[in-house]
């Protein structure tokens, strides 16, 4: 869409982007939120610790620039920061705590972005981009062609082109990019990864107008539940279906499949210790970039869950007050019936033709069915002489749910994620299969848990009578939130 005076003009005046490029402390503001939150790839920050940062960073600002230059307070310049007026930060409360929280605004993060692309960098690289847009093409080419031959003809083509390198390797000929094309690449690794938790917290950000969105609806809504809530799950379906919604969803649940994490994690451990990489000294956090992106993306989930929450208690309030009518109706009738109990109206007071209106429908008539007559035949019950062994009744044992829900919560507390191989090397099984079955039981009752079918895995315990003993079971991943 081109960008018109008209359009530029009211994203002068109301974006708060470009406000804050044109404001007077824009230096002040952007370094600081670029070394508070992007450097170090931090979500939002408590208010007590973002005052002390901003504390350090006026002191040194006073000194070097005299107290006039910087006349207000880390908390003031904080509250303007976070007001509507600006828009650059969000101050928000945790659903557990009654601290204030901090967190860029999508239009603070694309100002600071670009400020960071208008600096002269080293090294610019083009052609991993142009490898890049090659790939996607072909991607597009091949995942529309509708003709079964023109597929086979690709496929052929790149079979042959595999066949060709497997040889040269064969024979020795081994092609190995050059440290140029390495740096190249890995640059676009970063760019790309890090443009992704700038896309988070956009989606974020939508989530949370739809969510403004319905407390406002909800706070305003006079007329019947059933049309409020056609409206906001139409609104949310398409939010949902969009296609911004369908990439989340399929971008996360690629995340959360467990063999990627594991094979993005060897990939980035394995690119890191090149020679050429080390050069370029890359932040060792990129080796976690993936955990970010799971943290990032639970956040946009849990605004999602508080969605939820609010359609429940618009509900749960809707049930009540109606209760509430009917009863004060019931309460009125009673009343009225208790003032003319002494004053009984003269003549009929209301006739009724029966109790109950009498619904005769032909169809439903049962078909005929001949009357059951029993045979009943008398035989005495002798005691049988055989001993039955009762040890069986005495060798039933119960698995105490709690406790393996303990060793998840855990073995969680060091780490995001734990499949149940690594549970139960740290917790070995002491009843067996009954206990197996039970964690399997705990897993498929939890939304939080991961279970892969297409993934199997072997577990083994100590039987005191078998002895040794092995399952094998679909990979189960507990992740945090898990067993809550």
């Known amino acids: 869409m081109p960008l018109d005076y008209a359009t530029a003009e009211a994203l002068r005046r109301t974006h708060p982007a470009w406000r804050l490029l044109a404001a007077d402390h824009a230096p002040l503001i952007v370094s600081f939120l670029h070394q508070c939150f992007l450097v170090p790839n931090v979500r939002s920050l408590s208010e007590q610790e973002l005052v002390g940062k ?58 600071i972005q670009f400020l960071v692309g208008l600096e002269q960098r080293q090294f610019v690289g083009t052609e991993s981009r142009l490898v890049m847009v090659f790939e996607l093409l072909r991607q597009i080419a091949e995942g529309t062609e509708r003709d079964p031959h023109a597929r086979l003809t690709e496929l052929e083509r790149r079979r042959a082109a595999v066949d060709d390198e497997i040889r040269r390797v064969k024979s020795g000929e081994l092609g190995v990019m050059d440290e140029v094309q390495v740096k190249d690449r890995f640059q676009q690794v970063v760019a790309t ?66 063999s990627r994490q594991e094979e993005l994690s060897s990939l980035l451990e394995r690119v890191i210790a090149l020679d050429a990489v080390r050069a370029l000294a890359p932040d060792r956090r990129i080796l976690r970039i993936h955990y970010d992106w799971l943290e990032a993306g639970e ?27 009917i009863m004060g109706i019931l309460r009125e009738v009673e009343q009225h019936a208790l003032a003319v109990r002494d004053r009984q109206p003269s003549g009929p007071f209301m006739e009724l033709d029966d109790f109950a209106p009498e619904v005769v429908l032909p169809m439903e008539r049962p078909l005929f069915a001949p009357p059951f007559k029993p045979r009943i035949e008398q035989q005495v019950v002798v005691d049988g002489d055989d001993e039955v062994s009762a040890d069986a009744l005495f060798e039933q044992f119960h698995v105490d ?56 895995q072997t577990v083994r315990w100590h039987d005191a009578v078998l002895g040794a003993r092995r399952a094998r079971i679909p990979h189960v991943v507990f992740t945090r939130g898990a067993t809550s």
């Open 401 to 456: 749910k709690q406790r393996l829900r303990a060793n998840i919560r855990r073995a969680l507390q060091t780490r995001r994620q734990v499949s149940l191989g690594e549970l139960l090397d740290e917790s070995p099984l002491e009843q067996g299969v009954a206990e197996l079955i039970t964690y399997l039981s705990i897993a498929a009752d939890d939304r939080a848990a991961v279970i892969d079918d297409a993934s199997p």
């Open 193 to 258: 990864a890090r443009g992704l938790l700038s896309d988070f917290r956009e989606v974020d950000a939508n989530f949370r107008a739809l969510d403004r969105e319905v407390r406002e609806q909800i706070a305003t809504w006079e007329h019947g539940k059933g049309e409020l809530l056609e409206r906001i799950f139409g609104r949310h379906d398409a939010i949902a279906d969009s296609d911004q919604g369908r990439s989340f969803r399929a971008f996360w649940d690629l995340l959360m499949d467990p």
């Open 54 to 111: 901003l504390d350090d960073l006026l002191f040194h600002l006073r000194e070097r620039h005299g107290a006039a230059e910087f006349p207000r307070s880390s908390a003031q310049y904080l509250d303007t920061w976070a007001s509507d007026t600006h828009g650059w930060l969000r101050r928000y409360y945790p659903p557990d705590g009654d601290e204030p929280w901090f967190d860029l605004t999508p239009s603070t993060e694309k100002a």
């Open 299 to 325: 956040v946009a989930q849990r605004t999602v869950a508080r969605l939820s929450e609010q359609l429940r208690r618009f509900l749960d309030d809707k049930a009540w007050l109606e209760n509430r009518r």
